[in-house]
């Protein structure tokens, strides 16, 4: 446990954890001036970012939100993130190992025996595969973002995802938008002439690089209209190292439609939505109408699938003027999505 950071309004404390299989990840726990008065809330990242990437510099992140609200939130850095060691990892590792030790270590720390969750994208499509193989029984409610156990992305996106792999794997075993800085490799060199050739949205070459990396939009994962400038501009830090072996692993999850496990491990079933999920948590499954990530379908199917199995017990929300990120990212997130976050969270 190191504390980092302390003032007289805020204080970080951070906790790591090192995995079952030997991953070294940690949690970020983020307390204001007076004692929470409320349930731990467990923030889970996505894909190639880390745990900052809730703390955009705009007037209100949804940190300063939750703790302003009285809640006790956690920031988990897990496999995925650019602060943990790269790793070529799968959302099948990080279901089983990562999302579970934190959840546990979460509960160890707060005498809380129940907690909440807000997940976004590869965050949230792994922390659901913990959900539905009941292996996190002490989540009693999960905010989704973007994604959760349905994976369907523009047509354009799966075309690229097939045919970009076979070309990339020859060249490197991963993919890093921190290459629209410095291309060294001859991948890097490669991708980044591309991107500068086909992405003219922006002059932010991280930011271009993020849209050809994870979606087929300009840009992909956010609207430029969303991002204040010093968030646009902060963005060029907050993305980096993702592995191939999960473009692996979501390219079969995309052909499928739904999540699928690719490691054969006990722990998990083979596939996300053959059989009734192990979880009593409530969901509320939230999505940007213009997400060009994964398709609004992809939570309206989920959220049927939960429906069918627990009716009017679950939510949807799509969001009007949103995107994938910028759901938390946005300027005026905290008046048009927080709220309705936190009365998610409050909903018995």
Not at 80 to 92: E, G, H, M, Y
Not at 241 to 268: M, N, R, W
Request: net charge negative; aromatic share 10%; glycine share 4%.
């Amino acid at each position: 446990m190191l504390e980092v950071n302390p003032n007289k309004n805020i204080k970080e404390t951070i906790f790591p954890f090192t995995t079952q299989d030997g991953i070294e990840c940690n949690l970020i726990r983020v307390q204001g001036a007076n004692p929470p008065d409320k349930a731990p809330v467990l923030l889970v990242h996505g894909a190639g970012v880390r745990a900052n990437i809730f703390r955009a510099p705009v007037e209100t992140d949804i940190v300063d939100y939750l703790v302003a609200r009285g809640y006790d939130v956690w920031l988990e850095n897990w496999r995925a993130s650019i602060d943990v060691k790269p790793n070529r990892w799968t959302l099948d590792r990080a279901a089983i190992y990562d999302h579970p030790q934190a959840v546990k270590t979460i509960v160890s720390e707060t005498g809380w025996d129940k907690i909440k969750a807000i997940v976004h994208c590869q965050g949230s499509t792994s922390f659901m595969m913990s959900a539905v193989a009941g292996l996190v029984p002490e989540v009693e409610t999960i905010i989704s973002n973007a994604v959760s156990l349905h994976t369907i992305v523009p047509t354009g996106s799966a075309i690229k995802i097939k045919a970009a792999l076979p070309l990339v794997k020859p060249l490197s075993d991963h993919l890093d938008p921190q290459w629209g800085l410095d291309p060294k490799s001859p991948a890097a060199k490669l991708i980044s002439a591309f991107v500068a050739l086909t992405h003219h949205e922006c002059n932010n070459p991280v930011c271009k690089q993020v849209s050809f990396t994870y979606g087929f939009g300009f840009p992909a994962l956010w609207l430029h209209e969303n991002l204040n400038e010093p968030t646009h501009e902060w963005l060029k830090q907050e993305f980096a190292y993702v592995p191939l072996t999960f473009f692996d692993q979501i390219s079969a999850c995309i052909s499928k439609g739904h999540l699928i496990s690719v490691e054969g491990k006990p722990e998990l079933p083979d596939d996300f939505v053959a059989q009734a999920p192990k979880t009593e948590a409530r969901i509320a499954f939230f999505g940007g109408e213009h997400n060009l990530c994964f398709l609004p379908e992809s939570q309206e199917k989920t959220w049927e699938f939960f429906n069918s199995y627990r009716p009017d017990y679950h939510s949807l929300h799509i969001m009007p003027d949103y995107s994938h990120l910028d759901i938390f990212m946005g300027k005026n997130a905290a008046v048009d999505v927080f709220p309705l976050i936190v009365s998610e969270l409050e909903r018995c």
